[in-house]
C-alpha cells in the first residue's frame, strides 16, 4: 500500500479511510499478502481472479488440487448479505472447478458464519494462503 497510498497523496490512515479507491487499495493490498505468503511458504503463486461478461466478479481465486476457492474482499467492516453474492454465482456456474465455497476476506471481526459463509479478519488470513488451515464451508440450508 506503501507506493498506492504515495501517488494517491495519502498521508495517514485516516485519509485513506475517506478515500474513493480505499476498497481497490485494500483489495491490492490483500492479493499481494496473499502472494507474499504464498511465496513464503514455497507455495505456487496460484492466485487468480475472474470476471465475467455478465458482471460477476470474483476477487481473488486460490488453485487447490486443480480446483478453485473463491475469496471476496471487501475493505468494510460490517458483515453484509451483499458480500457472497458473486461468490453464491460463481460457485453455482463453475461447481465441478470450485472445491470449497471459500468466503470473504474484510477489516472487520472474524465470525464463524453469516448466512453459510464465513468471514475473516484480512490480518488472519496467512494460514489460508498457505493452505495451512481447512477452507471455508458454506451450510446448504
Given at each position: ?26 483489495e491490492?493490498m ?26 460477476v ?8 488440487h ?8 471487501q ?10 453474492g ?11 472447478f ?29 494460514a489460508?494462503?498457505?493452505?495451512k488451515?481447512?477452507v ?6
Open positions: 500500500m506503501g507506493l498506492a497510498s504515495y501517488l494517491l497523496n495519502i498521508e495517514n490512515p485516516g485519509q485513506m479511510n475517506r478515500d474513493p479507491l480505499m476498497g481497490n487499495v485494500f491490492n490483500v492479493v499481494m499478502e496473499a502472494l507474499k505468503a504464498r511465496y513464503h511458504a514455497g507455495k505456487a503463486d496460484t492466485l487468480f481472479f475472474f470476471r465475467n461478461s455478465n458482471s466478479e470474483v476477487d481473488l481465486l486460490i488453485s487447490r486443480r480446483t478453485l476457492v473463491p475469496y471476496e474482499i475493505s468494510g467492516k460490517t458483515v453484509n448479505d451483499r458480500h457472497t458473486n461468490l453464491r454465482k460463481f460457485i453455482t456456474r463453475y461447481a465441478d470450485v472445491s470449497s465455497p471459500g468466503g470473504v476476506i474484510y477489516s472487520g471481526d472474524s465470525i464463524s458464519s453469516f448466512k453459510g459463509f464465513l468471514y475473516r479478519n484480512f490480518h488472519e488470513c496467512s489460508l494462503f498457505e493452505d488451515e481447512p471455508y464451508t458454506v451450510s446448504t440450508e
